[in-house]
């Protein structure tokens, strides 16, 4: 699976990772592709010990997952992993259209154009093929040219799109457990405006993905069943209670935001 690491962190060396870094990093990813399930309970010690971490690093990484707002702490319990509902969904889409725009004022140098165009082709070869490897690399190649207009960015809108790309990817990895895949679209037109300097063709085309991933959710949620079956989850995890685990929200009283409902 592709890395979900921030853009905006310097690599090291191999080994050089300090302990906190690789546990944030490594939970974070089972968090954002639905390793760890939606809406299920888990514990420091049972984290720790199923991914090979320490306890003092994973409980410093849930601490700031928990600002990210992909885990929330139980008192007494524990850490439950943070439900994909209609809200966040509706949070999320609303959170790109106030902040992704401002990318289309990036001007790509020469370099970083031909980069993200061979990019874009490599993306358009993987959108002709079905198997769920090629989906994979296809999200991946899609998030590779986001974090590059997002470092190029920089600073805390960098960093914002960062939060906001790993809540969509999140919900898109939820809707994959229910058989409803997020393909996302082109961006080949998107970097040539970049390239050329044409900032409205850049929004036209970023409202256009938004749109493309509202229209996604949208039709997912509401066609998801009443729960999603958790047949199968992680085994190294205890369920705290009894009777079936609802991972999925009822669509009816948490639908995203249509287009018909903007102000």
Not at 144 to 151: S, T, V
Request: with cysteine; glycine share 8%; proline share 6%.
């Amino acid at each position: 699976m592709y890395d979900h690491a921030s853009p905006f962190a310097h690599a090291l060396p191999p080994g050089a990772e300090p302990k906190a870094a690789f546990a944030l990093k490594r939970l974070r990813r089972a968090l954002i592709e639905c390793e760890l399930r939606p809406n299920t309970d888990c514990s420091e010690p049972e984290l720790a010990a199923r991914f090979g971490l320490g306890r003092a690093a994973v409980r410093t990484a849930l601490t700031t997952l928990a600002a990210e707002g992909l885990v929330a702490v139980e008192p007494r319990r524990g850490w439950r992993v943070a439900p994909v509902t209609g809200a966040l969904i509706g949070d999320v889409i609303r959170a790109r259209r106030a902040i992704e725009p401002g990318l289309a004022e990036i001007r790509l140098s020469p370099e970083d154009a031909a980069r993200l165009t061979a990019l874009t082709r490599m993306g358009a070869t993987l959108r002709e093929r079905e198997d769920r490897q090629s989906l994979v690399t296809l999200r991946g190649t899609d998030r590779q040219i986001l974090d590059h207009l997002a470092a190029q960015a920089g600073g805390l809108v960098g960093r914002w799109l960062d939060e906001a790309w790993n809540h969509a990817d999140r919900i898109a990895a939820f809707f994959d457990l229910a058989g409803r895949h997020h393909r996302p679209i082109g961006r080949e037109t998107l970097v040539a405006a970049l390239a050329g300097g044409d900032t409205e063709a850049a929004r036209r085309e970023i409202a256009a993905a938004i749109a493309a991933f509202q229209d996604f959710a949208t039709d997912a949620l509401l066609s998801l069943p009443a729960s999603l079956e958790l047949a199968g989850a992680d085994s190294g995890r205890r369920r705290r209670h009894t009777g079936p685990e609802s991972t999925a929200p009822q669509a009816s009283s948490h639908r995203p935001q249509q287009q018909g409902d903007r102000a």
